[in-house]
């Protein structure tokens, strides 16, 4: 019976947590089709900025708006400083699907790195096009297209585990930010994203409601410069974030929980 009453009282939340999702969708989806029509008529510096600023708004409403209905509690004030920063590479730990947009809707002038095959989705592919955000089917020519990125003044986000994290706390880092770092010659800010939530963690489903609200916290953590020897630089920073962030699983105590609203599952 207690069962049943917890899932009867969880149903409005995941209702309300379903409608924000599809609000989310149909926003992109609007948004890709306008990408559509404006890549072939804008140039490329134009489009680029406006396709990044119309992303961050887009995702930041969104952000605000699950907040206001206390679906989330965000704290990403951190980043306001440094939104208008150019030439900089934010780095950050990958726990959930939230993450990149967590950052570029407090980064107007960012791009990310993403997978090839997101390109060509209907949600993404024509918005990220217009950013001119980067596909990473090619090495060479993701490095190359984000050091030009860098040096045109825009920012880089990146998440070294290359996918949301599968061995917390940290999935070993792949080899490309810092040699991306050393031939823009740009400064290399690591991010750490916090959540007790593992909603839309790796092997989380999108459909499952976890219990609610779902809390971020964002805190810069050191800023590196670039160095002659990127894969030393590399290990320098998978190790600086590997010692918090197992410090704080270790020292975690699961009595202590915010105070929740139901789930589903």
């Known amino acids: 019976m207690k069962r049943l009453l917890r899932w009867i ?31 072939p008529m804008l140039p490329a510096r134009v489009g680029r900025s406006l396709g990044r600023r119309v992303i961050a708004f887009a995702y930041r409403s969104f952000w605000a708006t699950a907040s206001a209905f206390g679906m989330m509690r965000i704290d990403a004030s951190c980043l306001d400083a ?3 920063e150019r030439g900089v590479i934010f780095v950050a730990n990958h726990p959930t699907m939230l993450d990149a947009l967590l950052l570029v809707a407090r980064l107007p002038r960012s791009a990310c790195i993403m997978k090839a095959d997101l390109m060509r989705n209907i949600f993404l592919g024509a918005g990220a096009r217009l950013a001119r955000y980067i596909r990473n089917d090619s090495a060479r020519t993701m490095v190359r297209l984000a050091v030009e990125d860098l040096k045109n003044g825009g920012q880089l986000v990146i998440f070294p585990e290359g996918t949301r994290t599968v061995t917390p706390p940290l ?17 290399i800010q690591t991010v750490f994203i916090e959540t007790d939530s593992p909603y839309l963690g790796k092997g989380w489903p999108l459909w499952r409601v976890p219990p609610l ?26 190790q600086y ?3 918090p962030l197992e ?3 270790s020292d975690a105590q699961p009595a202590c929980q915010t105070s929740r609203a139901p789930t589903l599952s």
């Open 9 to 39: 009282f969880s149903i409005p939340l995941a209702l309300l947590l379903y409608a924000l999702l599809l609000l989310l969708g149909s926003i992109s989806l609007a948004w890709n089709l306008v990408a559509m029509l404006l890549y």
């Open 82 to 84: 440094l939104r208008d």
């Open 171 to 187: 999935n070993a880092f792949r080899p490309g930010v810092t040699l991306i770092a050393k031939l823009a010659q740009a400064p």
């Open 213 to 238: 609200p779902i809390v971020f916290r964002l805190r810069l953590g050191q800023r590196f410069a670039p160095q002659h020897d990127s894969d030393a630089l590399l290990h320098e920073i998978e």
């Open 241 to 243: 974030f590997r010692h």
């Open 247 to 249: 410090q704080r699983a």
